[in-house]
């Protein structure tokens, strides 16, 4: 069974600090790796999707890169604001549609 | 139009009440999902359909009984919970594109059922 963590839980960090959101996962046969952001009783947004076969995704202030073989991705987001406050979470997707998701990590950043 | 759209946006209801969750996107997807998310926990997958047939049900009570009446409409009915089932009720939907690793979910706001 697909197992899906999240480190760490929770970061507190100054505005304007560059941070890094680590995911793995235990079995690399994905179809594709999502980070998601959430904001306190809303739903999800996708911010990212890696499909298998590539390495990284960029959008805007966001980085996402994959590691298939040792079961990794990291979450980069440069020159955090407050406004990126929330819980980030990743998801693998074993085969179509089944989305697994990590714990998330809840992000704070200080004006 | 890319969003998805779920009433209601609250919902209490005791454990003899009959109620339904509705989900509706009108972005042409052809797979929908249910999820429930306990607080500070990540959403875990209920139901899955695809071409409006229910493709996965991952090992839920028969108290929810998901409907899809149409492309565009998901139903969630609840009858005889439990106060354990309290929690935010998520719906998604994505472009049924299989095998291709292009599936990106959409979600909607959620429904936060309270069971007393």
């Known amino acids: 069974k697909q197992e899906v963590t999240q480190i760490p839980a929770a970061l507190s960090v100054p505005e304007g600090e560059n941070l890094v959101l680590n995911c793995s996962f235990t079995d690399s046969a994905i179809y594709n790796l999502q980070w998601f952001r959430q904001d306190p009783g809303k739903g999800l947004t996708s911010l990212l999707l890696i499909q298998s076969s590539q390495r990284e995704q960029t959008s805007g202030r966001l980085n996402a890169s994959l590691d298939k073989s040792s079961g990794r991705s990291t979450l980069y987001i440069a020159a955090s604001q407050p406004g990126d406050s929330a819980t980030y979470l990743c998801?693998?997707?074993?085969?179509?549609?089944?989305?697994?998701f990590g714990g998330g990590t809840r992000l704070m950043v200080k004006p | 139009d890319t969003e998805v759209t779920q009433t209601p946006k609250h919902l209490v209801m005791g454990m003899t009440n009959k109620k339904s969750l509705k989900c509706e996107q009108h972005m042409g997807h052809r797979a929908m999902y249910w999820y429930k998310q306990k607080a500070k926990k990540p959403p875990e997958l209920m139901f899955v359909?695809?071409?409006?047939?229910?493709?996965i049900n991952e090992s839920v009570p028969s108290r929810f009984s998901p409907e899809c009446p149409n492309s565009s409409l998901l139903n969630l009915h609840l009858h005889a919970l439990q106060p354990e089932d309290s929690a935010l009720y998520l719906c998604?939907?994505?472009?049924?594109?299989?095998?291709?690793?292009?599936?990106?979910?959409?979600f909607g706001p959620g429904t936060r059922l309270l069971v007393l």
């Open positions: 998801a693998v997707d074993p085969r179509s549609n089944m989305l697994t």
């Open positions: 998604a939907s994505s472009p049924y594109v299989t095998g291709t690793g292009l599936e990106t979910q959409y």
């Open positions: 359909y695809s071409y409006e047939k229910l493709s």
